[in-house]
C-alpha cells in the first residue's frame, strides 16, 4: 500500500508518501511544495493543487491523509488560511479518485510517539527511526506530513 502525508500550509506543504510491504515502512518520496508570499492568494493556490495532482499521478498512492484544523481563538486567520490549502488538497484527491482520512494532532503524537502531547522533536526522531533514515528531514513539515502517513499505517494495520 503507498500512502501519502500531506501538511498543508499556504507557504510551505510538506508531502511524504510511503509505502507499506508487509510489516516494513519505505520511503518513497518525500519534500515540499513552496509557494511565494508575494503571489496572489489563487495563485499559490493552484500551485498547490498542481503540485498535488502531479505528485497523484507520479506516485499513485491508495489513499492521502491530512491532519485535521485545530483552529485557536487567538489566530483565527491561520486556520481561514489552512482551509484554503486543505480544501484545494482535498479536490485534487478527490478529482483523482484518492480516498482521503484526516486525524487530530494528538492521535498522530500518539501512534508515532505513544503520547498524545509528544514534542516535534520526538516525533521527528521516531519518524525517522520508523523509515531507517540516516539524517532528520530538512523541513519540519516534511516530517509531519510522513508522520501523518506512518500514523495512518499503524491505525489502519491496528483495525484489521
Known sequence: MIILGIDPALAITGYGVIQVSRDRLFLHEAGIIQTRAKEDT?????KIYRGVIK???DTHPHCLV???IYSHYRHP???YIL???????CLAAASK???FFEY????IKKAIVGKGLASKAQVQRMVANS????????YMDVTDALALAIAHSYIIKSKI
Do not use: M, N
Not at 489563487?42 to 493552484?46: A, E, I, P, Q, V
Not at 523509515?131 to 530538512?138: A, H, K, N, V, Y
Open 83 to 89: 482551509g484554503q490549502a486543505r480544501g484545494v488538497i
Open 66 to 68: 491530512l491532519e485535521k
Open 104 to 107: 487530530s494532532a494528538t492521535r
Open 77 to 79: 486567520t491561520t486556520s
Open 42 to 46: 489563487s495563485k499559490r493556490l493552484d
Open 131 to 138: 523509515l531507517g533514515l540516516e539524517t532528520l528531514p530538512r
Open 97 to 99: 479518485g484518492i480516498p
Open 55 to 57: 505528485l497523484i499521478e
